[in-house]
């Protein structure tokens, strides 16, 4: 009987597709419409053309628009359009909701500049929310001089929050004697006299607001914001006082706002009803004790959806800004028509969920190490091997899908036991070289094993978690994503290119620090936090760019200059005649600027150089023409930016 042919069927790899890497990477989840992965597989912005038409620029092609102007990487870029698409959706969420609910007060937001003071964006806000009368605030002196100086707009309130001293107390005074709409918020118990005192001095009544400490505390990273242990506000006994004060003083008639903050990023939006819940009912209070309010301001919280999971979890929100806005005003609208309370202008601090789309900092790879034991061949044992790499080199050979967890028990036995020997001198550093290296490979052949597994057992998620490659990164975590070492805060995190090959490398990002702490390891994922970033081989000379996304707000103020490392290179795009046009263009920090920041004098150093090498020419070390090289080389140096240059 003839032997029966073998059908072999072959199942057809569907190719990897920009699709794929838009859903690998959750574009379409945290982007909030504003970027995608084109079919040619790079990164896009979403910006409006000066004839009002919305079109697609690549990432890609900016930064190699920038670099033929000579702008190295990093850059941070600032896309105005996505700033005003913020303002505009806040303000006309607001605007529907009255409407739809027949509130009979206005919504009137405000910027808070601590978010992000940088000039440009500033006027940005202020001059493109002059149509909603969008203001500002300002937590300190030095903010209040910048705001002051930015309003243009009689109607935009000026909200002035934190410590204040008789200076500031006369600047927002003299501001409101101007026609600015300036209010002061009562912080904390003893700057009512100050105010007092100074309008007094002044001849002037001042707009007064108070700060209350809610009982119901925030969510997420910032919920000591609110509750009892809050820092700032006053607690129900200390609002009462300021009342008798102010009673007792005829000026009760100045007390307008009621102020609370319940924490910024706020992810759950039940928190935020109950704390406005909370201080609906101080509102009305406050009005039946006859003071004339009219304005409640909720401060800041509205969250931005980082990871894009529309949860409850820190770095995401369960609520959109629209319902945002319908809760806020349902929840006012009702409360103060049950208890015939004229309907208060609404004012709300929302100053991350305006700024943070807008930028985003994009950097290349300059190096990467591959994890450990992934090469194809174990290495050969030595003559005469010792015991131990024996049974290292069997437990290499025997190595099942079967037997994974106890040849992984076992390499981890006899890579320690080595060790043990090294440490008191019974085995040579070669050996021990050894060793490693075919433990290593075991522990590559373990991760590729578990990579074919659906579900992976407790005790070997570690190796998973362990077997990345480390892509060294032009950037500093400390200055330009200083929210990602603090707190932990998780942004997005792609490559903008190659989108159409599949990324096949675990990885982890590491900056140009040298500090255990300057890396990215861990990232969005739709079920919990990933511990590596799929990228790309690294091919070639061409630039491989990262981007990480929403880092408009905070990150540029809270960065510092670890390792000397300064501000990047700032680019603003906006569209014209359907092409890119760059603006507002800031080089980067030099060396002499950042050492000029922490007290030396680079003409100084210049001339402590020039000495040391004209005693290298005197000592015959050097020749003069030597000398000039390294004076001129070290000139460069300070004049050069503080990452790497290609």
């Known amino acids: 009987m003839p032997a029966r042919k073998k059908t072999i069927i072959k199942r057809k790899v569907r190719n990897w597709t920009a699709s794929d890497s838009a859903d690998l990477y959750g574009v379409e989840d945290w982007s909030n419409g504003y970027f995608n992965v084109s079919r040619t597989g790079e990164v896009e912005v979403h910006l409006r053309d000066t004839d009002g038409t ?10 190699d628009g920038l670099a033929e102007r000579g702008t190295d990487a990093p850059v941070l870029l600032r896309f105005r359009d996505l700033l005003r698409a913020r303002i505009d959706e806040l303000n006309m969420s607001f605007r529907k909701a009255i409407k739809a609910v027949k509130y009979q007060g206005e919504y009137r937001g405000v910027y808070p500049i601590k978010v992000n003071q940088q000039r440009q964006i500033v006027e940005e806000v202020v001059s493109y929310g002059a149509r909603y009368h969008y203001g500002l605030e300002a937590g300190s002196k030095p903010e209040l001089i910048a705001a002051m100086a930015m309003m243009c707009d009689d109607e935009a309130f000026l909200m002035c929050n934190g410590y204040k001293d008789d200076e500031f107390i006369d600047l927002a005074l003299m501001g409101q004697r101007m026609g600015l709409n300036i209010c002061l918020i009562l912080e904390m118990p003893n700057e009512l006299p100050a105010i007092m005192d100074r309008a007094r001095k002044l001849g002037m009544e001042p707009n007064l607001g108070v700060r209350v400490r809610l009982a119901a505390k925030g969510s997420g990273h910032w919920s000591e914001s609110a509750g009892d242990k809050s820092v700032f506000g006053l607690n129900a006994a200390q609002v009462i006082d300021v009342v008798d004060q102010l009673k007792a003083a005829n ?12 924490g910024s990023q706020i992810p759950n939006i039940s928190v935020i009803r109950e704390g406005l819940t909370e201080a609906c009912r101080i509102y009305i209070d406050l009005v039946r004790e006859g003071a004339p309010m009219g304005t409640l301001d909720m401060g800041g919280g509205l969250a931005v959806d980082y990871d894009g999971s529309q949860t409850n979890f820190h770095s995401s929100c369960n609520y959109s800004i629209e319902e945002y806005a319908r809760d806020i005003v349902e929840v006012v609208g009702e409360m103060c028509t049950k208890c015939g309370v004229a309907h208060p202008t609404l004012v709300t601090e929302s100053g991350r969920a305006v700024t943070a789309y807008h930028s985003v900092l994009i950097f290349n790879i300059l190096d990467v190490t591959s994890a450990p034991g992934l090469d194809s061949t174990a290495p050969a044992l030595p003559e005469n091997p010792s015991e131990i790499l024996k049974a290292l080199d069997e437990t290499h050979r025997m190595l099942t899908r079967k037997n994974i967890q106890e040849c992984y028990n076992d390499a981890n036995y006899y890579r320690d036991q080595l060790r043990m020997q090294f440490f008191y001198g019974n085995a040579s550093l070669r050996e021990r ?6 433990y290593w490979h075991i522990m590559g052949l373990i ?3 578990l990579a ?30 200083p929210d990602s070492w603090a707190i932990d805060q998780l942004f997005p995190v792609m490559p903008i290119q190659r989108l159409c090959e599949r990324p096949t490398q675990k990885s982890v990002l590491v900056d140009i620090t040298c500090d255990c702490d300057g890396k990215v390891d861990k990232f969005i994922d739709r079920e919990d936090v990933a511990t590596s970033l799929p990228l790309h081989e690294v091919e070639g000379t061409e630039n491989y760019y990262i981007a990480i996304f929403l880092v408009g707000a905070y990150q540029e103020t809270l960065g510092d200059i ?4 300064g501000d990047t290179n700032v680019v603003g795009v906006h569209l014209e005649n359907g092409r890119p046009v760059f603006t507002n263009e800031e080089e980067g920090d030099s060396v002499a600027d950042v050492l000029t920041y922490v007290k030396y004098d680079p003409k100084a150093l210049v001339s402590k150089f020039r000495a040391i090498a004209e005693r290298a020419v005197e000592a015959g070390r050097i020749t003069p023409r030597q000398r000039r090289d390294a004076l001129e080389a070290y000139r460069d140096g300070l ?8």
């Not at 919305?54 to 930064?63: E, Y």
């Open 433 to 438: 070289g050894t060793g490693e290296a075919i």
């Open 447 to 449: 991760s590729r094993r």
């Open 562 to 565: 670890h390792n000397l490392l």
């Open 639 to 646: 004049n050069g930016y503080t990452y790497y240059e290609l």
């Open 452 to 481: 074919e597994m659906s579900e992976i057992p407790e005790d070997l998620k570690e190796v998973s978690d362990n077997m990345v490659d480390f892509y060294y990164a032009n950037f500093s975590l400390f200055q330009s994503l």
């Open 251 to 262: 000026m009760l008639h100045c007390l307008k706002v009621l102020h609370y903050h319940q």
């Open 54 to 63: 919305s079109r697609n620029v690549s990432l890609r092609a900016i930064m």
